[in-house]
């Protein structure tokens, strides 16, 4: 059983920065497909930044060139450094893994089977 705690989430003006992080733990060492999601009040979930078994990474276009995903094995952590905050960046942020990357649903916030409890970042203009 895979289990993920975020941090790092807080409140922060337009164009600041903030950096999340997941810690996971309850595996053995396998190569996990791991992605960041977040949810805005009264909207439904979304794929934020995706990092694939192989180390490769997409990204939603909303967040292309503002925010990057990297993990650290070291310490079984995924980050996701955020840049040029921006409000609509204003949601739950959620850290989720599975052992095969579901394909194009993962946008839509679907086909991950662990998940973490999130951690709130409030973006104010």
């Known amino acids: 059983q895979v289990h993920l705690v975020e941090s790092g989430g807080g409140s922060v003006e337009a164009g600041g920065s903030l950096r999340l992080s997941c810690a996971a733990s309850?595996?053995?060492?396998?190569?996990?497909?791991m992605g960041w999601f977040r949810q805005a009040s009264g909207k439904e979930r979304e794929g934020v930044a995706v990092?694939?078994?192989?180390?490769?990474?997409i990204y939603a276009d909303s967040v292309k060139g503002r925010f990057t995903i990297s993990q650290d094995n070291t310490k079984n952590t995924l980050y996701l450094q955020m840049n040029s905050l921006k409000p609509e960046d204003t949601a739950m942020y959620y850290c989720?893994?599975?052992?095969?990357?579901?394909?194009?649903?993962?946008?839509?916030?679907?086909?991950?089977?662990?998940w973490g409890q999130g951690t709130q970042v409030t973006v104010s203009s």
């Open positions: 309850g595996y053995t060492y396998r190569r996990y497909c």
């Open positions: 989720a893994a599975d052992l095969v990357f579901p394909g194009g649903s993962w946008i839509r916030g679907r086909g991950f089977d662990y």
């Open positions: 990092m694939l078994s192989d180390l490769n990474t």
